[in-house]
């Protein structure tokens, strides 16, 4: 009888796969540790308070493009190209208080946390 070969992921062992072929199981532990830093660092901010944010920014604060000109994320569950970036990183000590958000595309938001998270 022929093995059957399950793909295993070379960091955790995992063998749930999105279909992005990355590891749900490491991207889940990711999202915990973040959701720890947050609270740690401290800050919050309302619904109120980012949609006002957001009313005021017309253009991503990285790359200065309107909104409109971006390109549709890749993953369909998202329907906006804005996202909440952090002037000061979480990974840094930053809060999540509204004065420490801006509001930026997916593309630089994406760009500028690339690799970050290897520390």
Request: include cysteine; charged fraction near 30%; glycine fraction near 8%.
């Amino acid at each position: 009888m022929d093995a059957i070969n399950i793909k295993k992921c070379t960091k955790c062992g995992g063998t749930r796969f999105n279909s992005w072929d990355r590891c749900m199981d490491c991207r889940n532990a990711r999202g915990k540790v973040r959701q720890e830093r947050i609270k740690a660092n401290g800050g919050k901010h309302t619904a109120a308070e980012w949609k006002a944010l957001l009313a005021a920014s017309p253009t991503c604060s990285e790359c200065d493009r309107p909104w409109d000109v971006i390109p549709k994320r890749p993953d369909t569950r998202y329907k906006y190209t804005w996202t909440k970036g952090h002037k000061i990183h979480v990974l840094d000590g930053g809060t999540n208080d509204i004065g420490n958000l801006q509001a930026e595309c997916y593309q630089c938001n994406f760009n500028k946390n690339a690799g970050r998270l290897k520390r």
